[in-house]
């Protein structure tokens, strides 16, 4: 894990900023330019911010439940629970909370004085209104949905102290609901329908939703009542420096980065990897704030031929060099991840070992595992059936960067005698791809707080698909004690139990050769040097700009 | 009465060609993969239940038989019905109303400048020597043929990165419409021009125009007269198919300036499997081209009413 270097300085520099920005700075690292060292705060100012995602067609993270979503929902909802630069859950909304011995209760108690931006008071309520909101079916919501899964239902003891009754103990409640996805928001707000409450959803945070001109900018300005949760916030104004962010949506990469050049534009999201290395170059701030969850990784459908074979699957491991291709087409602004889990995840466990390149290795476990003829191209040939892995990419995940790694592993493999057949696809025709299991090979990144990502991800329920033809599971594990692994690890009420359990079940599925790790899921943002205070996020590493100002 | 008739042939024909297009583009959108209910409940990988599905399949017609859904379809049509955005929840008609003015702006406008790039251009050409004309052949041809997306991010990279006179994106000012209305009309101007010169170059060493040299007119006012008018007459006849090019360049434009408009809700709609934007969209961009084509006939019978009758 990387350490804050904003926060560090915050503690060992001039308290321009207040130690809750420390607080809750998560795991990301900042290089402002030299000037901002220096810079007093001043409000004032409406930040210019240029997201690359497409725009979404509900600001309520609750509906759906992607990225795009939590990135600008981050600065108009809060959460109940968020994290501190240790990557430790701490309370946010909420005041307090406690769990039953049997696991089953779970208290919450949310802070008194807190109001809503359409003038609701914070209350218990809210709790009970937010989590029934992410279940009902009619808020076609995925992934809150599943985050609050396991609350069965839901008393309130009193005005601020809600009781969740769970069908199976869950450890992993707590970061669910530290998630934008299941952000709080105003019940009255909820009751309206749900087209005007994707317009304007009314949360708790520094900034409200003023207006949204659909494809040009989401307006938010500051929330003058703003009350930040943080206990020891010692900032003389509670309210955001800022007077507002013009939310702008602009697909091109190349567009988005010549309108920071140029000023047009603060701060952009999804620069392309050679425009991070020469940032600091250019006179610009760099903030790279991993995402917590799954590392981004390549799944090795096990279910059917070739992959059904584990040492087809080790094979393949050793048939590609991956480091030097991630480090010349991310310009050595990704780092390799041998881990299942993003590095700002403090229970994954890494294992080098098991991804040397190393063809002779390959040739001997691919003869081995019968593939020893070659047809005429080159590839190996077993009971006549050529050596073929599908491999669909979805365009809207894979980076143009990514694409080329992908291609370069395809060149890599042919000598040992894979054929990789990549097929680039948009996102609907990708997921269509994965319901039919017409694939060998996938990375499908995946977003959670919490080691409790690997439930999702390996456990055999997951292979199961949903009503839409989705399932998690695209490794196609099924393994009854890594099942129980899982399950057990997300039950105890043991830290040291529960890391043991999850280092446990992360080495069953290293070892079983499922899954190559590449990177973390990049998440970088660039910035212009007139802008200060760059660093405080959520704990799905979204940031925030509450402690954020503009030069004048 | 000539008149009448003649528009009486047009809307029946132009209701054909609707029809038809609304046919294909039905037939067109149950091809394409992807779950319509899916793209309604939270689009791809969404993990609706089935009872949600189910749902969203009852409440917009999805789960009748697909003759009745096609009749249903036409009826609602007929009506100015265009249904509710999948992924908005808004009616396609209102979605419409708000991106239609930003790209039709922009349509007009790059063709209003190639038009009078190609004029400018073909006037050169005109007076041009053997060395300028094939100059200016060259620079026609490539400007014709280079890609939207090419021309944009060239254009960003010179005008905004580099000299900082332009704005990168769109940013509602007049200096922000500059590049994506150069972006659009470029190509069309190369085009446009490589149509008037041939024919210019033909009329210009016509006997009439000899004639009209002879009694003593200058060229400018030899081409002014009747050489422009032979110029313009073929290119004329394409505005239609170059409009409806700039409504498609337009999908291309808008993303790379970031500006609203028809071209990005398309891009979008398509993504999300949005059926009813994307059947919308197409419906009006089939209205537009025939309405354009048969603006252009009629100013094509005003400058050459023997051509018209032929």
């Given at each position: 894990m990387r350490r804050n270097q904003r926060a560090t300085r915050l503690f060992t520099g001039a308290?321009?900023?207040?130690?809750a920005a420390a607080l809750i700075a998560g795991c990301s690292s900042t290089n402002d330019?030299?000037?901002?060292?220096?810079a007093e705060p001043v409000a004032g100012g409406t930040l210019v911010y240029a997201s690359?995602?497409?725009?979404?067609?509900?600001?309520?993270?609750?509906?759906?439940?992607?990225y795009p979503q939590a990135l600008v929902a981050s600065q108009f909802m809060e959460s109940l629970f968020t994290k501190d630069a240790e990557g430790k859950i701490i309370p946010w909304l909420a005041e307090k909370t406690e769990v039953s011995t049997d696991g089953l209760t779970r208290t919450i108690t949310v802070r008194d004085g807190i109001t809503f931006h359409d003038g609701t008071k914070l209350t218990s309520e809210a709790i009970k209104a937010n989590i029934e909101h992410l279940q009902n079916?009619?808020?076609?919501?995925?992934t809150g949905y599943l985050a609050v899964g396991k609350v069965d239902r839901i008393k309130l003891v009193d005005e601020l102290t809600a009781e969740l009754k769970l069908s199976a103990p869950d450890n992993a409640l707590l970061e669910s609901l530290s998630m934008p996805w299941t952000a709080i928001q105003s019940p009255q707000g909820l009751k309206r329908d749900q087209a005007a409450n994707c317009a304007a959803p009314a949360g708790t945070g520094p900034f409200k939703v003023e207006s949204w001109d659909r494809q040009q900018a989401v307006n938010l300005v500051r929330y003058e009542d703003y009350v930040s949760?943080?206990?020891?916030?010692?900032?003389?104004?509670?309210?955001?420096?800022?007077?507002?962010i013009t939310w702008r949506f602009i697909p091109e990469a190349a567009s988005r980065y010549a309108a920071l050049q140029s000023g047009e534009v603060d701060v952009i999201d999804n620069p392309q990897p050679d425009t991070i290395s020469t940032a600091a170059d250019n006179g610009l701030g760099h903030l790279d704030a991993p995402r917590p969850g799954a590392s981004n990784r390549l799944e090795l459908n096990?279910?059917?031929?070739?992959?059904?074979?584990v040492r087809v699957r080790e094979a393949f491991m050793h048939s590609v060099d991956v480091n030097s291709g991630i480090n010349s087409l991310y310009f050595n602004t990704a780092k390799r991840s041998?881990?299942?889990?993003?590095?700002?995840?403090?229970?994954g466990i890494s294992d080098e070992?098991?991804?040397?390149?190393?063809a002779t290795k390959a040739n001997e476990l691919l003869d081995a595992a019968g593939w020893t003829q070659r047809d005429s191209e080159g590839y190996r040939v077993k009971d006549g059936k050529r050596l073929t892995l599908k491999f669909p990419v979805s365009t809207n995940q894979s980076v143009p960067a990514e694409q080329s790694l992908f291609e370069q592993m395809q060149a890599a493999a042919k000598p040992v005698g894979f054929e990789i057949k990549i097929e680039l696809l948009d996102l609907s025709s990708w997921y269509g791809a994965l319901a039919k299991h017409e694939y060998d090979l996938v990375s499908a990144p995946y977003t959670k707080v919490?080691?409790?990502v690997l439930r999702i991800l390996f456990?055999?329920?997951?292979?199961?698909?949903?009503?839409?033809?989705?399932?998690?599971n695209n490794a196609q594990v099924k393994d009854p004690k890594l099942d129980r692994l899982l399950v057990d690890a997300e039950q105890t009420n043991d830290e040291t139990e529960r890391a043991e359990l999850y280092k446990q079940a992360q080495q069953i599925v290293l070892d079983g050769y499922y899954v190559m790790p590449l990177y973390d899921q990049q998440n970088h943002f660039l910035y212009s040097?007139?802008?200060?205070?760059m660093g405080q996020t959520t704990a799905v590493s979204s940031p925030i700009y509450y402690n954020v100002f503009l030069d004048k | 009465m000539k008149l009448l008739a003649w528009l009486g042939r047009k809307v029946g024909g132009a209701l054909v060609v609707l029809w038809l297009v609304a046919t294909a583009i039905f037939i067109g959108v149950r091809l394409i993969p992807g779950d319509p209910a899916e793209a309604i409940m939270g689009g791809p990988g969404s993990q609706a239940s089935a009872e949600a599905l189910a749902n969203a399949r009852s409440e917009y017609g999805l789960d009748l038989p697909i003759v009745s859904q096609y009749f249903l379809f036409l009826a609602k049509l007929i009506r100015l019905?265009?249904?509710?955005?999948?992924?908005?929840?808004?009616?396609v008609l209102q979605i419409m109303g708000e991106v239609l003015p930003p790209t039709i702006n922009l349509a007009l406008m790059a063709l209003a400048v190639a038009w009078l790039l190609a004029l400018l251009l073909a006037l050169l050409a005109m007076r041009a020597n053997k060395f300028g004309q094939l100059l200016g052949n060259a620079v026609e041809i490539v400007a014709a043929a280079v890609p939207h997306f090419w021309l944009g991010a060239v254009l960003i990279m010179l005008f905004?990165?580099?000299?900082?006179?332009?704005?990168?994106?769109?940013?509602?000012t007049a200096a922000g419409l500059v590049l994506p209305v150069l972006t659009l009309a470029l190509p069309l101007a190369g085009f446009l021009t490589q149509l008037m010169r041939d024919s210019l170059n033909t009329a210009m060493g016509s006997q009439f125009a000899l004639a009209a040299r002879a009694r003593g007119e200058s060229r400018l006012t030899v081409f002014r007269r009747h050489g422009l008018r032979h110029a313009a007459l073929p290119a004329l006849g394409l505005t239609g198919w170059a409009f409806s090019s700039l409504l498609s360049g337009a999908v291309v434009v808008e993303a790379i300036f970031a500006r609203p408009g028809l071209g990005r809700s398309l891009l979008s709609a398509v993504l999300a499997r949005d059926i009813p934007m994307v059947t919308g969209i197409a419906l009006f961009s089939a209205l537009v081209y025939i309405v354009v084509m048969a603006l252009t006939e009629a100013i094509e019978r005003l400058i050459d009413p023997a051509g018209a009758e032929s």
């Amino acid at each position: 894990m990387r350490r804050n270097q904003r926060a560090t300085r915050l503690f060992t520099g001039a308290l321009a900023l207040p130690l809750a920005a420390a607080l809750i700075a998560g795991c990301s690292s900042t290089n402002d330019p030299a000037a901002s060292k220096d810079a007093e705060p001043v409000a004032g100012g409406t930040l210019v911010y240029a997201s690359g995602d497409a725009e979404p067609s509900c600001l309520d993270p609750h509906v759906g439940g992607n990225y795009p979503q939590a990135l600008v929902a981050s600065q108009f909802m809060e959460s109940l629970f968020t994290k501190d630069a240790e990557g430790k859950i701490i309370p946010w909304l909420a005041e307090k909370t406690e769990v039953s011995t049997d696991g089953l209760t779970r208290t919450i108690t949310v802070r008194d004085g807190i109001t809503f931006h359409d003038g609701t008071k914070l209350t218990s309520e809210a709790i009970k209104a937010n989590i029934e909101h992410l279940q009902n079916p009619n808020t076609a919501s995925s992934t809150g949905y599943l985050a609050v899964g396991k609350v069965d239902r839901i008393k309130l003891v009193d005005e601020l102290t809600a009781e969740l009754k769970l069908s199976a103990p869950d450890n992993a409640l707590l970061e669910s609901l530290s998630m934008p996805w299941t952000a709080i928001q105003s019940p009255q707000g909820l009751k309206r329908d749900q087209a005007a409450n994707c317009a304007a959803p009314a949360g708790t945070g520094p900034f409200k939703v003023e207006s949204w001109d659909r494809q040009q900018a989401v307006n938010l300005v500051r929330y003058e009542d703003y009350v930040s949760p943080a206990a020891d916030a010692e900032r003389a104004s509670a309210t955001s420096y800022l007077d507002g962010i013009t939310w702008r949506f602009i697909p091109e990469a190349a567009s988005r980065y010549a309108a920071l050049q140029s000023g047009e534009v603060d701060v952009i999201d999804n620069p392309q990897p050679d425009t991070i290395s020469t940032a600091a170059d250019n006179g610009l701030g760099h903030l790279d704030a991993p995402r917590p969850g799954a590392s981004n990784r390549l799944e090795l459908n096990s279910s059917k031929a070739p992959f059904d074979d584990v040492r087809v699957r080790e094979a393949f491991m050793h048939s590609v060099d991956v480091n030097s291709g991630i480090n010349s087409l991310y310009f050595n602004t990704a780092k390799r991840s041998y881990s299942l889990l993003s590095s700002v995840e403090p229970l994954g466990i890494s294992d080098e070992s098991k991804f040397t390149t190393d063809a002779t290795k390959a040739n001997e476990l691919l003869d081995a595992a019968g593939w020893t003829q070659r047809d005429s191209e080159g590839y190996r040939v077993k009971d006549g059936k050529r050596l073929t892995l599908k491999f669909p990419v979805s365009t809207n995940q894979s980076v143009p960067a990514e694409q080329s790694l992908f291609e370069q592993m395809q060149a890599a493999a042919k000598p040992v005698g894979f054929e990789i057949k990549i097929e680039l696809l948009d996102l609907s025709s990708w997921y269509g791809a994965l319901a039919k299991h017409e694939y060998d090979l996938v990375s499908a990144p995946y977003t959670k707080v919490g080691p409790s990502v690997l439930r999702i991800l390996f456990h055999s329920d997951s292979t199961v698909p949903a009503p839409s033809g989705y399932f998690a599971n695209n490794a196609q594990v099924k393994d009854p004690k890594l099942d129980r692994l899982l399950v057990d690890a997300e039950q105890t009420n043991d830290e040291t139990e529960r890391a043991e359990l999850y280092k446990q079940a992360q080495q069953i599925v290293l070892d079983g050769y499922y899954v190559m790790p590449l990177y973390d899921q990049q998440n970088h943002f660039l910035y212009s040097k007139n802008v200060h205070g760059m660093g405080q996020t959520t704990a799905v590493s979204s940031p925030i700009y509450y402690n954020v100002f503009l030069d004048k | 009465m000539k008149l009448l008739a003649w528009l009486g042939r047009k809307v029946g024909g132009a209701l054909v060609v609707l029809w038809l297009v609304a046919t294909a583009i039905f037939i067109g959108v149950r091809l394409i993969p992807g779950d319509p209910a899916e793209a309604i409940m939270g689009g791809p990988g969404s993990q609706a239940s089935a009872e949600a599905l189910a749902n969203a399949r009852s409440e917009y017609g999805l789960d009748l038989p697909i003759v009745s859904q096609y009749f249903l379809f036409l009826a609602k049509l007929i009506r100015l019905d265009f249904g509710t955005s999948y992924s908005f929840k808004d009616p396609v008609l209102q979605i419409m109303g708000e991106v239609l003015p930003p790209t039709i702006n922009l349509a007009l406008m790059a063709l209003a400048v190639a038009w009078l790039l190609a004029l400018l251009l073909a006037l050169l050409a005109m007076r041009a020597n053997k060395f300028g004309q094939l100059l200016g052949n060259a620079v026609e041809i490539v400007a014709a043929a280079v890609p939207h997306f090419w021309l944009g991010a060239v254009l960003i990279m010179l005008f905004s990165s580099m000299l900082g006179w332009l704005p990168a994106v769109a940013n509602g000012t007049a200096a922000g419409l500059v590049l994506p209305v150069l972006t659009l009309a470029l190509p069309l101007a190369g085009f446009l021009t490589q149509l008037m010169r041939d024919s210019l170059n033909t009329a210009m060493g016509s006997q009439f125009a000899l004639a009209a040299r002879a009694r003593g007119e200058s060229r400018l006012t030899v081409f002014r007269r009747h050489g422009l008018r032979h110029a313009a007459l073929p290119a004329l006849g394409l505005t239609g198919w170059a409009f409806s090019s700039l409504l498609s360049g337009a999908v291309v434009v808008e993303a790379i300036f970031a500006r609203p408009g028809l071209g990005r809700s398309l891009l979008s709609a398509v993504l999300a499997r949005d059926i009813p934007m994307v059947t919308g969209i197409a419906l009006f961009s089939a209205l537009v081209y025939i309405v354009v084509m048969a603006l252009t006939e009629a100013i094509e019978r005003l400058i050459d009413p023997a051509g018209a009758e032929s």
